[in-house]
């Protein structure tokens, strides 16, 4: 499916979502309080067919985190970049989407570990890599005064 092509369809489907101009890949935006219904449709509408999460990341912006999701269709051979935005830094969380992409569970861990954001209903949220009092390395507001990095 052409990018075009691709943008209508999902437009169909979610006619609140935004989609950036000028992106090399088709982007959407939406709600975070949608996510899990948003990424079932996503998998489940035999047009989209997003079946496989390819990576899935965080970006702290000071004043919100984005959660940014790579979806490719295997069948259809297109692709997809999902983001939501998470605005409260205090308890940041957003819904799981594990039950829908296997693939979901240890990326989720990996965002929980360095920038802190909870996902409801996962089903073994843990920190993978760092102590559970060391803090979220890769938020902006992170500061070790062990090591001295401020950012």
């Not at 935005?85 to 829908?100: G, H, S």
């Not at 102590?131 to 062990?146: A, H, I, N, S, T």
Request: glycine residues 2%; charged residues 30%.
């Amino acid at each position: 499916m052409e990018k075009l092509e691709l943008r209508t369809e999902l437009q169909k489907h979610f006619p609140e979502a935004e989609f950036p101009e000028n992106t090399p890949i088709t982007e959407m935006v939406i709600s975070k309080d949608k996510i899990h219904e948003v990424a079932a449709t996503l998998k489940a509408e035999e047009a989209l067919a997003f079946d496989y999460l390819i990576s899935m990341t965080a970006v702290d912006w000071k004043e919100k985190m984005t959660l940014v999701y790579h979806l490719e269709s295997v069948n259809h051979r297109h692709v997809l970049v999902l983001k939501a935005d998470v605005t409260d830094r205090t308890n940041p969380q957003i819904d799981t989407v594990a039950d829908v992409w296997p693939t979901a569970n240890p990326h989720e861990c990996e965002v929980f570990d360095l920038f802190g954001i909870r996902f409801n209903n996962h089903p073994a949220l843990r920190r993978l890599f760092l102590e559970d009092d060391y803090g979220y390395p890769l938020r902006k507001d992170f500061l070790d005064e062990v090591n001295f990095i401020e950012r």
